[in-house]
């Protein structure tokens, strides 16, 4: 037999495959470096949302007819990604009832740690839409009239059927 030609075949398909390999490699290192240049994640030393937790809450008298979106403090320098429809994002914020000012909600309750949600899913239409084209580190303050939270139902003691809510969001992290 000749072993020389089958040791030939052999050493050729290691070599090829050794290429695919490395070239896939490469592929998916730049790949995921794409990723991170297109989804920023930023960990701020502290919350500057926390330090805004004892203010003085805004309250509303008059029914709020449609979302209200405020930017309280810029995105931090450099942040360039917004916020977009399907994005999984990180987020600390603070819930209370428009009317009454009174706290019904806030990730902190839950450690730094924030809370994670994709855009458009698990949360208020007023979340999903009043979060689109923020930045990272930007604080926003959502002025969500009932329709676009709860509506006719209630959640739970503190959120009564028809209230409309105010939140004030601070996007930690866009994740992907």
């Known amino acids: 037999m000749n072993y020389r030609f089958f040791f030939g075949v052999a050493l050729v398909l290691i070599t090829l495959g050794m290429v695919v390999f490395i070239s896939n490699f490469s592929y998916r290192r730049d790949l995921m470096r794409t990723r991170n240049e297109d989804y920023e994640s930023v960990t701020l030393s502290s919350s500057r949302l926390k330090q805004m937790i004892n203010d003085e809450k805004e309250t509303i008298s008059e029914p709020i ?3 209200q979106k405020e930017t309280l403090i810029e995105s931090i320098e450099g942040a360039k990604t917004q916020v977009r429809q399907g994005n999984l994002i990180r987020v600390n914020y603070i819930g209370w009832r428009a009317n009454d000012g009174v706290v019904f909600d806030q990730s902190f309750d839950r450690g730094d740690e924030g809370f994670t949600f994709r855009v458009g899913s698990g949360v208020i239409d007023g979340w999903s839409q009043g979060v689109l ?3 990272v580190g930007e604080i926003r303050r959502l002025k969500i009239p009932s329709s676009l939270a709860y509506g006719e139902s ?4 503190l959120i009564p059927p028809n209230t409309d809510l105010i939140f004030d969001v601070e996007l930690l992290e866009i994740v992907e």
């Open 133 to 135: 084209g923020m930045k």
């Open 154 to 157: 209630d959640a739970g003691e």
């Open 65 to 67: 007819e449609s979302l």
